[in-house]
C-alpha cells in the first residue's frame, strides 16, 4: 500500500510538472499586500496567542523556464504575539490585550511552479532583518506603547526561515496568495537570560497584488 502510494504521487507530481506552464515567459515585477497572523512557536513558553498585523511589499518573478519561475520578494512583515489576553477588570480598563510586536523586512527567495495556468506552488528560504520592537498595551489605540532599544533587546536582529505558498494569478495581472512561514533559527539571543529558550517565529499570509 505505502508503495502504491508513492507510486501515485510521483505520476501526480510528474503530470503536473508536465502540463505546467506560467503565463509569462519574460521577467515581471508587482506589488503585493496582505494580512499576517504570527505567534511563535515554542516548547518552553507553550501555546502564545496570535498578532494580527500587515504585510506588504515588492516582488519580481523571474521565469527559468514555461513552468518554473524564481520570485525574489522585499517586504514590510509586523509579526511578534499576544504577551497577555485582558478583560474590562483589568487595572488598564481595557479589554485589548498586551501585544510583543516584532516588525522584520522580510526577503524570501522562492521557487515557483505552475501546476496549470495561472495556479502555482511556492517553497523557498526567508531571511529577516529586525527594525522595530515594542510591547504595546494599547494595540487598537494610540499610546500604551513601550519601545525596546537594541540595547535592552533579547531578540536577535535577523532572522531564517522557510515559506511555503500558493497564488493564483489572473489574465489582468491581479493575483491572490496565501503563505505560511516557519522560523529555522530561535529568535532570542545567545547572551541573555532567554539563550536556552526555544522560540521560533510563525506567520500565516493571505494577500492579494498585481504583476505589471
Request: glycine share 8%.
Given at each position: 500500500?505505502?508503495?502504491?502510494?508513492?507510486?501515485?504521487?510521483?505520476l501526480?507530481?510528474?503530470?503536473?510538472?508536465a502540463n505546467?506552464?506560467?503565463?509569462?515567459?519574460?521577467?515581471?515585477?508587482g506589488?503585493?499586500?496582505?494580512?499576517?497572523?504570527?505567534?511563535?512557536?515554542?516548547?518552553?513558553?507553550?501555546?502564545?496567542?496570535?498578532?494580527t498585523?500587515?504585510?506588504?511589499?515588492?516582488?519580481?518573478?523571474?521565469?527559468?523556464?514555461?513552468?518554473?519561475?524564481?520570485?525574489?520578494?522585499?517586504?514590510?512583515?509586523g509579526?511578534?504575539?499576544?504577551?497577555?489576553?485582558?478583560?474590562?477588570?483589568n487595572?488598564?480598563?481595557?479589554?485589548?490585550?498586551?501585544?510583543?510586536?516584532?516588525d522584520?523586512?522580510?526577503?524570501p527567495?522562492?521557487?515557483?511552479?505552475?501546476?496549470?495556468?495561472?495556479?502555482?506552488?511556492?517553497?523557498?528560504?526567508?531571511?529577516g532583518?529586525?527594525?522595530?520592537?515594542?510591547i504595546?498595551?494599547?494595540?487598537?489605540?494610540?499610546g500604551?506603547?513601550?519601545?525596546?532599544?537594541?540595547?535592552?533587546?533579547?531578540?536577535?536582529?535577523?532572522?531564517?526561515?522557510?515559506?511555503?505558498?500558493?497564488?493564483?494569478?489572473?489574465?489582468?495581472?491581479?493575483?491572490?496568495?496565501?503563505?505560511?512561514?516557519?522560523?529555522?533559527t530561535?529568535?532570542?539571543?545567545?547572551?541573555?537570560i532567554?539563550?536556552?529558550?526555544?522560540a521560533?517565529?510563525?506567520?500565516?499570509?493571505?494577500?492579494?497584488?498585481f504583476?505589471f
Open positions: 500500500m505505502k508503495k502504491l502510494f508513492l507510486s501515485a504521487v510521483v501526480f507530481t510528474a503530470t503536473a510538472i505546467a506552464q506560467s503565463d509569462s515567459t519574460t521577467p515581471q515585477l506589488i503585493k499586500g496582505g494580512l499576517n497572523s504570527s505567534s511563535i512557536t515554542s516548547d518552553d513558553f507553550g501555546d502564545t496567542k496570535s498578532r498585523s500587515f504585510n506588504v511589499g515588492l516582488l519580481a518573478e523571474i521565469p527559468l523556464s514555461e513552468r518554473i519561475s524564481i520570485q525574489p520578494e522585499l517586504l514590510y512583515s509579526q511578534g504575539f499576544d504577551i497577555e489576553e485582558r478583560d474590562q477588570d487595572i488598564f480598563d481595557t479589554d485589548e490585550n498586551i501585544e510583543y510586536q516584532l522584520y523586512i522580510q526577503v527567495v522562492l521557487l515557483k511552479l505552475y501546476l496549470v495556468k495561472g495556479l502555482s506552488v511556492e517553497a523557498g528560504p526567508q531571511f532583518f529586525k527594525i522595530h520592537e515594542e504595546d498595551y494599547q494595540p487598537n489605540a494610540d500604551g506603547d513601550v519601545e525596546i532599544s537594541e540595547d535592552d533587546s533579547y531578540v536577535k536582529d535577523v532572522d531564517t526561515g522557510v515559506a511555503l505558498g500558493a497564488s493564483y494569478k489572473f489574465d489582468s495581472g491581479f493575483f491572490i496568495n496565501g503563505r505560511y512561514t516557519i522560523g529555522l530561535d529568535i532570542y539571543k545567545d547572551d541573555t532567554f539563550q536556552n529558550v526555544d521560533k517565529n510563525k506567520v500565516w499570509q493571505v494577500g492579494l497584488g504583476m
